[in-house]
């Protein structure tokens, strides 16, 4: 098809006359991909349910279109899809970015309400917006494709974020199964899955005490957490021509994480499978002291 030819380099990452719809692009990964895209010349649309953060990322990024919404609401996905109906007609790309752990409990202390809102908000919206937003992605194929901002935690476990876990899982398994439904038609799909991303929702100041922050260095293969950026290179170069045969799958944005599976190198510089821990400063109810 001739949406499948990669342009040339220098024009890859252009995205005049493009659209792109980020959910939840004010503040953290979001914004940062809101960013690129802006920078990449896209006509750029963010939904942001958090006032200041939308009048913040509208004044820093004047050419989007922010539109204040939750998109947690079951009527919002239809809204936003004739909003951008009326304005261009078409949708290059989806990046479906909300979401929360919400909860870092046992999953057997969570009850119903606290179960439905882990799931609804890391894949219950994330159902409702793609499917929303397919007619659009039809008008803009064969090219067109969606990007779910997913998390490692889909590929490895986590205690005490059992539900979130499963949720990111979940998103792992739309995303396989609707590339191949969308295949066909030219409308491509793809997760980017980060490792511990140093944003206002996981701050790592808060999350991990400055004893361990001391050897962090240490504990990933390429040296350090995650930057918003990271994740933002990511999604230009998966809804990019770039990326024209590559859809049902993962990028693990983690620096060598996952592959690492556990290991990581001590304060002496020798790796090591065995933990050497002396705090966490996330602490879960009804854990010890």
């Known amino acids: 098809m001739a949406g499948d030819q990669v342009a040339p380099l220098h024009h890859a990452l252009d995205f005049t006359g493009k659209t792109v719809l980020v959910t939840g692009g004010g503040v953290g990964i979001g914004r940062a991909i809101a960013q690129a895209f802006a920078d990449a010349d896209a006509h750029l649309v963010i939904a942001e349910v958090d006032p200041a953060r939308a009048d913040a ?4 990024l004047p050419t989007a279109r922010v539109i204040r919404c939750d998109v947690l609401k079951r009527g919002v ?56 937003m397919i007619p659009l992605l039809r008008k803009a194929a064969p090219g067109s494709s969606i990007i779910n901002i997913s998390s490692i935690e889909a590929f490895r476990g986590i205690p005490n974020c059992a539900v979130y876990a499963a949720a990111k899982a979940g998103i792992t398994g739309l995303t396989k199964s609707l590339a191949l439904e969308l295949g066909p038609e030219g409308i491509r799909i793809n997760d980017i899955a980060p490792e511990t991303t140093d944003t206002p929702q996981v701050a790592l100041d808060y999350m991990i005490p400055p004893e361990n ?33 590559v859809t049902g799958t993962a990028i693990h944005v983690d620096g060598g994480a996952l592959a690492a599976a556990g290991w990581y190198r001590t304060p002496q510089g020798e790796w090591s499978n065995v933990p050497l821990i002396t705090g966490n400063g996330l602490v879960i109810p009804g854990s010890a002291a």
């Open 57 to 60: 990322v509208e004044a820093a």
């Open 213 to 245: 922050r001391a050897h962090e260095e240490r504990w990933i293969p390429l040296g350090r957490f995650g930057r918003p950026d990271d994740c933002a290179g990511a999604a230009l170069y998966l809804a990019s021509p770039l990326a024209a045969w």
């Open 77 to 132: 996905p239809a809204m936003l899809a004739e909003r951008i109906a009326g304005e261009t007609g078409r949708l290059d790309v989806l990046i479906n970015n909300v979401g929360h752990f919400l909860h870092a409990k046992p999953f057997a202390a969570m009850d119903e309400d606290e179960i439905d809102g882990v799931l609804d908000i890391n894949l219950g919206q994330l159902l409702r917006m793609t499917r929303a």
